[in-house]
Structures are given as structure tokens and as C-alpha cells.
């Protein structure tokens, strides 16, 4: 179970696979020349009780300080190496983890909150890190730690070996009884946990209600209630979590009791010397701290592989929008977009948001889409960049399906405006630059002049390299959808979308951008979804999409004649128009 | 006005003034903190008695060859650990009950403090943000109090102990095996010292992480349109190096200060060895003594090395407790605070004299509204989205303050009341109906513990909901959140009346939902609002055509200001702002099936907005 969540793991793993076995190599001397320290000590008493002369006690104290100074390097190399690679390894997990992301999809997105995804990629890696950092070699170390150091206290005396560490069996078998319990106590606590914290949210969220119906006290009543029944499952896990470290040096202090015991009666029949009896006892000490540190290595291990596979499970999702197998040659596009009986659904078995559309646009015109709210406008033109597929029908471009033109060709060629602006923590300039590899200075002011963003860019601190987002100013809606749309306009696209990307403009402004929308986009094929009728009239064709379906189309003139949605919508805008005058 | 709660702390690694004010939670448990010091005073006793067993052993017996002796010996010793582990075991519980019982009245402090705080607090921070504040930041103290705190008095219990016995076995021995301690001193403040900025440097860099995967997520669809995605991984590839570096930074420090202080106590055991060794040689130090030097000084390390540890959980904890105490700074609604006044029930008169209100500084949203509200009357407000309709009710709750002007009930200053006893006057139904976790009849009664069965379903009946609870198997009794939401939007509406009208309040307050209801359920609201408008003064955000065309007066807000007053027919008449309202909003629900248009919001992705909504959730 725990090897198959990590499996994917070896092959990070097998990357440092010389740094991990010159680490080994380093564990392995360490451990030598630690284990070596009693039985120096062990000559040092024997000597005195012997009597040996003072030349010989410097001899000692000076080989003691020389061998700690070499077991001190190595274990600096082996602590520098070993847990060096883990933090690498968490660096190419994150790096894959990213990565991969990047070719996730949309829907993929909206179906999966944010904060899960930055949970996994934190807190899930950094329990992974755990376990091969600390976890791999706190076990490697308890490994061949306990193996010489129990092969050097058989060498001193069987039997005495065998009578101290009798109290191991039984302290795993309880460690392991108890932390079966334990766990359960665990889980229960964490399910309890989440309820207060869903009590918490909850209350926040609807914090009106609960002042306007003045239920504060019967809240914190509630909350309190809760809250009691939290310490007291924490209370019953303390109950044998509290067990654990007092139990431990219990157990350690037997062992060290039967050596006192057993061993001085050794002594006294000189079936071991004093000397070897104080080594003893140092080994025995050396063993309590690895074996105790077992349980929180398998814990490491646990948790470390359950983390492994709420990564995996990021990893191995396929992205649902991707290259065809077999792609065409294309590297340039005329802009011909054609729509058969497009279908499209959000999620499997919900009602199609788009029922059935078809329509031809001709490259180099310009197509409206109007209609009320929640009617498909900005789903129809999401399809065109593929940020989402079409669940039936199909779509094509200059005559091509548009899964099989390659990605990258396709997205290049398209510039999308969307109706909030969303920028990067970034200078202003890289965010209008985003989608060129290189550019010069005056392309990026060009872009920013047609786009009428120009004289609020040079109002700021450092005009163009003024740094936008968390650390740096804060554009208003209308500038941040400004900023989009030179973002778009910069890279010359054959097809630009403009997905109601004025609505936080005011109209004169609106007025100029379309001016240099129209010299600067001469031939390439536009699409405009939006509310403001205003800005449909030279359209070449005009739909009115409602439910999911094309209801009218036509020229603005033509449908005006039909006296149908259009005609009410325009008249309405209008209204609204004089509304806002008033 | 309460603005934004910042995460950022400024994240100093000890404040003495925190640590006050932390401790301060402590007081209530004196008795148990005390005894469980002291039984950390024993426990350190009795691990000083190990080695010193060891001494007599070898001195008195094992060099004599007194074997009987070494049964007595571990004897001792036995009932020695067995008391050390019972002793253990209590002074663990205590200390976690007290831990548990610290974050518990922590966490009741920092719910009731909020409670109470005004509702601009909550429109300006996010839920998930001011969540962490009850639960994770609270959890990180728990280490602090229940393993913090007073294990660093039992370290140091544990070190003056050995120090003691030490100097009473030989003195001069003593002074040359802890002749070290300054060093070890030394090198553990240059290494907190240096890791104590690399650390530093790490919070940095994971921060920035977080922000690039956060802004990357939401916005990988631009990435991704723009073909971006190798330009922003060799950026987020570089952050995450950057991250990588510094904790190798750290783990140099590491690598470095544990062999460092195990080099130091061999240090300490080779001048046992040479020191000590000279006297047992020259007769003036027993060998058991030596040895019992040796393991001495091996627990002498152990304590010390944990000291350091105890630094970091110290440091999170500042950092959460600042986060914590930040928010129980933020000063309460004043109406909290104000002496109750309550009068006579209320009677329903409600008047606005010239009130001016601005959510941020000058920017008004209500500019000059005046208006009077008769007992009994029906009034609607119409207005175009954002002309300050919702602002008029956030003000007569008193949920935010006007800035100008006079709101009067019943003739008196609505400043005057105490806000609880004016809201329990008030029947608020909202938009969107929240609904708590809990049965149906929890969400009916609202803590209304008076309120009896048979008038429970009386009202029920009396608003058409009950014809929809008694279909479900358990009825009243119903989770309201069984298999996602078991009420419909409608349901819900009705549910949010039955609610309202269980307070019988004389002045009823009512936003009405603009969402799409099916034209059944739809019937049944407009016939349950109009028996609960019966009677009462209502002040209706109207969206209903049959509301307004009920209505006795229908105030038209337009940019914050009232430009109309008047009857349905009066205003249509006047052709004006409301006549133009009509035309856009109501005009078209006379139509049997109304083509669903909406007032003007721009046109927003619906599966975007469906995860909006699951994250506001989590």
C-alpha cells in the first residue's frame, strides 16, 4: 500500500543515485566511528583500573576527541548530502507538479478550488520531503545503528545482550497496539476539527443573518458546545498519545536497570570487565534514541506516502484539451471560423449551455453576438481558442477541425480580450508584452496608444515598468481591461475575440479604442460579444443568442426591421442609455 | 470603519509584549500549572538518581564483589522508573488539558470578539482568511502552551540538577568537565543567529511560491491562451530555486551545529577521562564517580540541544499569536457597547431625515435621502443596479452608520436604540436566503426556544411551506444541507418568510430575489407576501412587478438620491426615471412566459462562478 503511493518516487530518487550512495557510504563511516567511542572508553577504565600511567589517560582523552572530530565530518557530510537531495527531489516534484498544471485545462480549474491545488503543491510535498529527507535517514541510520551496535554487545556478552533487550519485543508490541489506537483517536479529532472549522465558516458567511436575527449568543453558545467536545477528543488521544515518551524512557531505564543489575553481578564474577561494562551501557544508550525515533519515522512514512498520492493524483490527471495525435502542417491561419451544430455542457449529464449553434464567419469580418444574460455568448467564444472543446459538433477553422491544428499555432494566432483584465505581478510592460518572446520598445507603446492606456500608463510612478498586483499598484477594472486588450492588439492576431471587454469603460473612450481597433485589425476576423448595442451597429453580421441558441441573426439594420429580441434589447439599451444621462 | 486584516506580520522571533499578554491565558489555570511544575521538579530528580545508582554500585559493590547488594541497587532503581513514569504520564496530561482548555477559551474569545465586530469587517475580509485566525492560527499555539512553555522549566530544572550533584561529588572535576558549556553556549547562539535569517529567507521565498501558483492558477487560462506556459515555469522554476537554495543554506547550518555539539561532549568526557582519570589515579576519585561523570554529562547535551528546538515553535507562535491578537485589538461595534434603551414594542414609523452615507470616504452613495414611512404602509424602493437601494436597509439595521442626517423609528434616533433589540423589532429577509447547517425547524425557529410545534407548522402552513417539508421522510426534522440542498430557491424564499414572520415583527424588511423561480412556487410567494405585508410597515427592494403594483408608495433612487415619489399609476404617468425602469425591469413579467433578462450585470461564466461559489464554501 505504502510502496505503491511512493513508487513513483524511485525515479526521482534514482536521479541522485550517486549522491544518495556517497551519502550512505558517509552514514555507514559515521556510525563507525560513533560506535567506536565506548569501546575507548572501555580501555580508558579498564587502564585505570589497572593502574596505567597519566601519558597513557592523555592518550585516551586525545583519541576520544580525534575520533568525535571525524565522526563530526562525516555525519556533516552525510547530513549536508542526504538531506541536500531531498530538498532537490522536492524541487523537481515541484517543478513536474507545476508543469503539469500548465497543461490542465479550464474546466479542469473550475471543477477543482485553487486552495486544493496549493495545498497539495505545499503542504503534500513538504510531508513528502519529510519522509525522504529526515524519514529516509533517521531509518537508515536505526537500521545499521542497531545492527553493529547490538553485534558489539552480543560480542561483549551474550547473555547480557539477550536479558537487555528483552524489553524491546514487548515495547514495539505495545507502541504498535497503541498506535493503532491512536490513530483512530487521531482520525476522530481531525473529523472534528473540520466540523469546527465548517461551524466557523459558516457562521462568517452568513454573519447578516446572524445579526439581523440577533443570534450571536445563541452562536457562541453553539460554538462553545463544539468547541468542549474538540478538548475532549483531544483529551481521550492525549490519554495515550501521553503514554508514548513516559513509556519510552521506562523502557529504556529497564534496559539500563538489567545491565546495572545483571552485568555488575557479570562484573563481580569476572565474566566482563568494568570497562566493558560501562561500553555496554553506552551502546545501550546509543540504541534508545533510534528505536524511539522509529515511531515517527513510520509515521513520517505514512503520512509522507498519503501526500505522495494526493500528488499523484494532480500528476497523473490527463489534460482534456491537447495536440491530435496526428496534427496538420499549418503555421499561419487565414480565419475562417465555421460552427456545425455546436453542443456544449460544462459537466456531463448538466444542461447544454450551448444547443446546437451553427454559423460561418468569413475572414476579415467582424460577427456580434448579443443576448441576455447566462445565454452562452462567452461559452461560444471560449470554444474557439479551445479553452474548452465542444461536447458535440464541430468546429472548424479555415476549413481545418480545430483539434487538429496544433495548439500553439492555433492560440497564436488568436487574440482574446476577456471582460475582466487579468494581470500578472508583473511591470505593466511584460504584461502587455505577454504573448511576445521579443519585442521593441515602440510596439508595446503602440499597443498601449491604441488601446487609449497610454496617458494612464505615463501618470504612474515608472510608467511602463510600474509593477502591478500584490506588490505594486492596483489598475482600476477599466484599466485592467485596457491592458488586456493590448495585450491582444500587440501581437496581431488573425482573430481577435473581444468578449465584452468595455464595460468598465466609459463610451467616448470606448469610441476611440474602436476607432484603432478597426485600423489596427484591418483584416483580421473579429468577434464581439456585449451588452452595449452601441457598439454592434457596423458589425457585419449580428446573432442574438438566448438559451443556448442562435434566435436571430442578421444585420443591425435588419433585425431592427424585424421588431424581434434584438429590436426590444436595443431599445432597451437605449433607455438605459438615457437613464444614465439623467 | 474596519479595513482590511493584513496576513503579513512583522514577525519578530520573541516579543516580550505578546508573550504577556499570551501568558495571561495561563492564569486561570495557577493550580495546575504549578503542580505540574513541580512535579517536573521531581521527574528531574529522580532521572538524577540513575547514573549516581550507577556510582554507588560500582564503588560500594561491584568493586567488593558484594552481590546481594546490586539486587538492592536494582531494586531502587525499578520503583525509581516507575514513579518517573507515572509522574510523566500526569504531568503530560495536565499540561495538554491545560493546553486544551488555553486554545479553547482562545478560540471563544476570538469568536465572540468577532461576533460583534461591524459588518464592514466581514464585507472587507475574505471568510477563508478570517477562519485560519479561530482555527490554524490557534492550533499552532497549542504546542507552545502544552510542550512550550513549561518543558523549557523542566530543561532547566534538569540542568541546574546535574550541575548541582556534580559539584557536590567533586567540585574541581566539575569545573573541568563544564568548562565546555560556554562553547556549547557559543555555538549554539551563532548558529540560531545564522539560521535564524536563512529562515527568514525561506518564509520569504515559500511566500512568493504561494503567490506565483496562486495568480498562475486562476489566471493559467491567459497562460495558456497566450502560449506562455514555458516562459512562466522557467519563472516559477527559478522562485522554486531560489526556495531550494536557502534551505540548503539552512541545512549547511544544520549539518554543521549537530556534529558541532556532539564534537563538544566528547569534549566534556575526554577531559573526564583525562582529568578525572589523573584522579582516580591519585586516590581523590572513586571510579564510580567517573562513570557516573561519563553519563552525567551525556544528559547534560540533551537539554540544551532541545532549547533549540523549543526556538522554533516559540518563533511560529509569536507569529500566530500577533495574527490573533490583531484581530481582538479591532474595537467592537459601538452598538455593542451602548446602554440598552428598548421601548414599547415598536410600532412601525420609520423616517429618514437627510441622510448622506459614503462606504469610503466621500465617495457618496446616498446622497440627502429623505423620506417617512407611515405605520402600515407598503413601500417599494426601485432603482437601477448600484443606485444605493441595499444601502438604505444596511443603514436601518444598523449594520453599517450613516454619516449625515437623522434615521428615526417611531420618532426616536435609531443611534439611540440598542441595535440587538432594534433588529429583534425587525423582519429582514435578504436576497439570498442563508440557511444554517441543521434541520429544518433549527433554521425556522432560529434560537426562538418559545416558539411551539403546532404554531411552528401554523406558519408553515400560513406561508405554503409546509406542503413541501411534510413530502420530506423526516419533515421538520430534515437537514437542510441533506445531499447538497434539499429546498429549491423558491422553498427557500418561503422558508426565509415562515422565519421572519415567527418574530412577528411590526416593520419588515424584505430584498426581493431576482432569481429564476418556477412560475408555481413563484404564485405561492407573491400570495405568502402578501399576508405578510398584511398589517405590517414593509419596505420592499422590489423586483416583482405585482410588489410595486401592490405598493402604496414607490420611492425611485437613482445615483443615490431619490428623484421620485409616488403610486405605481402617478409615476408611470409622470414619464420620467420610473417610467423608463418600467420599461427596462418590469415591463415584460406582464408577458405570460417572461423572456428571462436581467438588469444589466455583465455576462459572467457560469462554471466559473460555480467555483467561486465551492471555494467559498471550503
Redesign the interface.
Known amino acids: 500500500m505504502i510502496l505503491k503511493e511512493l513508487s513513483p518516487l524511485f525515479s526521482y530518487l534514482s536521479k541522485h543515485k550517486k549522491g544518495i550512495a556517497v551519502g550512505c557510504v558517509w552514514l555507514i563511516l559515521t556510525n563507525c566511528f560513533v560506535l567506536s567511542l565506548p569501546w575507548v572508553l572501555k580501555y580508558a577504565i579498564d587502564g585505570l583500573k589497572g593502574g596505567i600511567n597519566s601519558r597513557a589517560l592523555s592518550f585516551y582523552a586525545s583519541l576520544i576527541l580525534a575520533v568525535s572530530l571525524v565522526a563530526g565530518v562525516f555525519r556533516f557530510l552525510m547530513r549536508r548530502g542526504l538531506i541536500g537531495i531531498s530538498r532537490k527531489i522536492e524541487y523537481d516534484l515541484r517543478n513536474d507538479f507545476f508543469r503539469h498544471l500548465q497543461r490542465l485545462s479550464p474546466s479542469y480549474f473550475n471543477r477543482t478550488p485553487t486552495g486544493d491545488l496549493m495545498s497539495r503543491a505545499t503542504n503534500d510535498l513538504d510531508a513528502v520531503r519529510m519522509l525522504l529527507g529526515p524519514g529516509l535517514l533517521n531509518l537508515f541510520n536505526t537500521i545499521i545503528i542497531s545492527i553493529t551496535a547490538v553485534s558489539l554487545m552480543i560480542y561483549i556478552d551474550p547473555w547480557l545482550s539477550l536479558y537487555s533487550l528483552i524489553p524491546l519485543p514487548f515495547l514495539s508490541l505495545i507502541i504498535n497496539r497503541m498506535g493503532k489506537e491512536l490513530y483512530w483517536r487521531f482520525e476522530r479529532v481531525q473529523a472534528h476539527y473540520s466540523r469546527l472549522s465548517a461551524q466557523v465558516q459558516e457562521n462568517f458567511a452568513g454573519i447578516r443573518v446572524v445579526k439581523a436575527y440577533g443570534q450571536e449568543s445563541d452562536q457562541i453558545k453553539r460554538f462553545r458546545r463544539s468547541n468542549l467536545e474538540f478538548v475532549s477528543k483531544n483529551m481521550s488521544l492525549v490519554k495515550i498519545w501521553g503514554f508514548f515518551l513516559p513509556l519510552m524512557l521506562l523502557f529504556s531505564g529497564m534496559g539500563m536497570l538489567i545491565v546495572l543489575w545483571l552485568g555488575g553481578k557479570a562484573v563481580i564474577v569476572n565474566r566482563i570487565t568494568l570497562g566493558e561494562f560501562v561500553a555496554f551501557n553506552g551502546y545501550l544508550i546509543m540504541l534508545v534514541w533510534p528505536i524511539t525515533a522509529l515511531g515517527w519515522v513510520l509515521n513520517l512514512f505514512q503520512r509522507g506516502a498519503t501526500s505522495m498520492g494526493r500528488i499523484s493524483q494532480i500528476l497523473q490527471q490527463k489534460p482534456d484539451i491537447s495536440n491530435a495525435s496526428h496534427p496538420i502542417r499549418v503555421t499561419s491561419l487565414r480565419g475562417e471560423i465555421e460552427l456545425r451544430n455546436v453542443i456544449f455542457a460544462y459537466e456531463e449529464n448538466s444542461e447544454p449551455v450551448l444547443k446546437g449553434i451553427s454559423l460561418k464567419i468569413p475572414p476579415g469580418s467582424t460577427l456580434a453576438i448579443v443576448g441576455p444574460t447566462g445565454s452562452g455568448k462567452s461559452t461560444l467564444v471560449n470554444l474557439i481558442p479551445r479553452l474548452y472543446d465542444p461536447t458535440g459538433g464541430s468546429l472548424l477553422i479555415d476549413g481545418t477541425d480545430i483539434r487538429r491544428i496544433p495548439l500553439k499555432i492555433l492560440r497564436r494566432h488568436i487574440g482574446y480580450v476577456p471582460q475582466e483584465g487579468f494581470l500578472f505581478s508583473d511591470t505593466i510592460r511584460e504584461n502587455i508584452a505577454l504573448g511576445k518572446i521579443s519585442f521593441k520598445e515602440d510596439e508595446v507603446m503602440a499597443a498601449a496608444s491604441a488601446s487609449q492606456i497610454l496617458e494612464d500608463i505615463n501618470h504612474f510612478p515608472r510608467k511602463f515598468l510600474t509593477q502591478t498586483g500584490e506588490r505594486g499598484i492596483t489598475l482600476s477594472g477599466g484599466q485592467k481591461q485596457r491592458v488586456g486588450l493590448a495585450r491582444a492588439l500587440i501581437a496581431n492576431p488573425r482573430i481577435l475575440i473581444l468578449d465584452d471587454p468595455f464595460s468598465q469603460v466609459d463610451t467616448s473612450t470606448e469610441e476611440a479604442i474602436w476607432k484603432s481597433i478597426r485600423e489596427k485589425t484591418a483584416g483580421s476576423t473579429k468577434i464581439l460579444v456585449t451588452h452595449r448595442i452601441s457598439s454592434v451597429r457596423d458589425a457585419d453580421r449580428i446573432i442574438v443568442l438566448s438559451g443556448g441558441k442562435i434566435v436571430e441573426e442578421g444585420t443591425h439594420k435588419e433585425l431592427l426591421a424585424r421588431k424581434g429580441t434584438y429590436a426590444e434589447l436595443y431599445r432597451k439599451q437605449l433607455i438605459r442609455q438615457e437613464l444614465e444621462e439623467l | 470603519m474596519h479595513g482590511y486584516v493584513s496576513d503579513e506580520i512583522a514577525g519578530k522571533a520573541y516579543d516580550s509584549r505578546l508573550m504577556r499578554r499570551l501568558l495571561q491565558y495561563l492564569a486561570p489555570y495557577k493550580i495546575q500549572v504549578v503542580f505540574s511544575l513541580l512535579l517536573l521538579l521531581l521527574i528531574s530528580l529522580l532521572q538524577l538518581v540513575?547514573p549516581y545508582?550507577?556510582k554507588i554500585?560500582?564503588d560500594r559493590?561491584?568493586s567488593h564483589?558484594?552481590?546481594s547488594g546490586?539486587?538492592r541497587?536494582?531494586l531502587l532503581?525499578?520503583f525509581v522508573?516507575?514513579v518517573?513514569?507515572?509522574l510523566?504520564?500526569l504531568q503530560?496530561?495536565i499540561m495538554?488539558?491545560v493546553g486544551?482548555?488555553i486554545?479553547?477559551d482562545l478560540?471563544?474569545n476570538i469568536?465572540?470578539h468577532?461576533?460583534?465586530l461591524p459588518?464592514s469587517f466581514?464585507d472587507q475580509n475574505p471568510?477563508?482568511r478570517?477562519?485560519t485566525r479561530?482555527?490554524t492560527d490557534v492550533q499552532v499555539l497549542n504546542e507552545l502552551f502544552s510542550s512550550g512553555v513549561v518543558t523549557i522549566f523542566g530543561d532547566i530544572f534538569t540542568l541546574a540538577g546535574i550541575i548541582l550533584v556534580l559539584f557536590i561529588m567533586n567540585w574541581k572535576l566539575s569545573l573541568v568537565t563544564l568548562s565546555v558549556v560556554p562553547l556549547l553556549f557559543y555555538a549554539t547562539l551563532l548558529f540560531r543567529k545564522k539560521v535564524r535569517s536563512s529562515f527568514r529567507l525561506i518564509r520569504k521565498r515559500?511566500a512568493r511560491?504561494?503567490?506565483f501558483?496562486?495568480?498562475?492558477?486562476?489566471?493559467?487560462?491567459?497562460?495558456?491562451?497566450?502560449?506562455?506556459?514555458a516562459?512562466?515555469?522557467r519563472q516559477?522554476?527559478h522562485i522554486?530555486?531560489q526556495?531550494?537554495q536557502a534551505?540548503?543554506k539552512t541545512?549547511?547550518y544544520?549539518?554543521?551545529f549537530?556534529?558541532?555539539v556532539?564534537?563538544i561532549s566528547?569534549?566534556a568526557?575526554?577531559?573526564i577521562?583525562?582529568y578525572g582519570?589523573?584522579q582516580?589515579?591519585g586516590a581523590t576519585l572513586s571510579?564510580g564517580a567517573?562513570?557516573a561523570f561519563?553519563?552525567y554529562a551525556?544528559r547534560f547535551f540533551y537539554p540544551i540541544r532541545d532549547l533549540s528546538e523549543k526556538y522554533n515553535i516559540l518563533q511560529s507562535a509569536m507569529a500566530a499569536s500577533e495574527r490573533i491578537f490583531n484581530i481582538l485589538d479591532l474595537a467592537v461595534d459601538e452598538s455593542y457597547q451602548q446602554v440598552p434603551r428598548q421601548l414599547p414594542p415598536l410600532k412601525g414609523k420609520v423616517e429618514f431625515r437627510n441622510v448622506w452615507f459614503a462606504y469610503q470616504g466621500e465617495e457618496w452613495v446616498l446622497e440627502d435621502i429623505s423620506f417617512t414611512v407611515n405605520k402600515g404602509e407598503k413601500v417599494a424602493i426601485v432603482g437601477?443596479t448600484g443606485a444605493g437601494k441595499t444601502s438604505i436597509i444596511n443603514l436601518l439595521?444598523r449594520?453599517y452608520q450613516k454619516n449625515r442626517g437623522r434615521i428615526l423609528i417611531d420618532g426616536i434616533d435609531i443611534e439611540e436604540l440598542d441595535a440587538?433589540w432594534l433588529?429583534?423589532q425587525?423582519g429582514?429577509i435578504?436576497q439570498d436566503v442563508?440557511l444554517?447547517?441543521g434541520s429544518v425547524e433549527e433554521n425556522l425557529r432560529?434560537?426562538n426556544l418559545e416558539l411551539g410545534q403546532a404554531r411552528l407548522e401554523e406558519l408553515s402552513r400560513y406561508v405554503h411551506l409546509d406542503q413541501f417539508i411534510s413530502q420530506f421522510p423526516r419533515g421538520y426534522q430534515t437537514d437542510v444541507r441533506e445531499r447538497g440542498s434539499i429546498l429549491s430557491a423558491g422553498q427557500k424564499q418561503l422558508l426565509a418568510f415562515a422565519?421572519a414572520l415567527a418574530?412577528n415583527p411590526q416593520l419588515l424588511i424584505l430584498d426581493e430575489a431576482t432569481s429564476n423561480i418556477d412560475p408555481q412556487t413563484e404564485l405561492l410567494i407573491q400570495e405568502a407576501l402578501l399576508k405578510l405585508m398584511d398589517g405590517r410597515t414593509s419596505i420592499i427592494i422590489a423586483h416583482r412587478l405585482s410588489t410595486i403594483q401592490n405598493a402604496d408608495k414607490i420611492i425611485v433612487i437613482?445615483k443615490g438620491k431619490i428623484?421620485e415619489m409616488g403610486t405605481h399609476e402617478e409615476l408611470l404617468a409622470q414619464k420620467?426615471?420610473y417610467y423608463?425602469?418600467y420599461?427596462?425591469q418590469y415591463k415584460d413579467q406582464q408577458r405570460p412566459a417572461p423572456?428571462?433578462?436581467?438588469t444589466?450585470?455583465?455576462?459572467?461564466?457560469?462554471?466559473?462562478e460555480?467555483?467561486k461559489k465551492?471555494?467559498?464554501?471550503?
Request: charged content about 15%; hydrophobic content about 55%.
Open positions: 540513575g545508582l550507577t554500585a560500582i559493590y561491584i564483589g558484594i552481590s546490586l539486587n541497587i536494582a532503581f525499578f522508573l516507575l518517573a513514569f507515572i510523566r504520564f503530560t496530561y495538554e488539558w486544551q482548555r486554545m479553547h478560540r471563544m469568536f465572540s468577532m461576533q460583534q459588518l466581514f471568510v477563508g478570517l477562519m479561530v482555527t515559500i511560491i504561494n503567490a501558483l496562486q495568480e498562475n492558477i486562476s489566471g493559467m487560462w491567459v497562460v495558456q491562451l497566450f502560449s506562455q506556459e516562459k512562466k515555469f516559477f522554476a522554486n530555486w526556495y531550494c534551505y540548503l541545512i549547511f544544520y549539518a554543521l549537530f556534529p558541532a556532539e564534537f566528547a569534549l568526557i575526554a577531559m577521562i583525562w582519570g589523573s582516580v589515579l571510579l567517573l562513570v561519563i553519563q551525556e437601477a439595521t449594520f440587538g433588529r429583534s425587525i429582514l435578504m442563508f444554517f447547517s432560529l434560537g422565519r418574530r437613482h428623484r420620467q426615471i423608463m425602469l420599461q427596462i423572456l428571462p433578462l436581467a444589466g450585470n455583465p455576462s459572467t461564466n457560469p462554471a466559473s460555480k467555483r465551492k471555494e467559498d464554501l471550503k
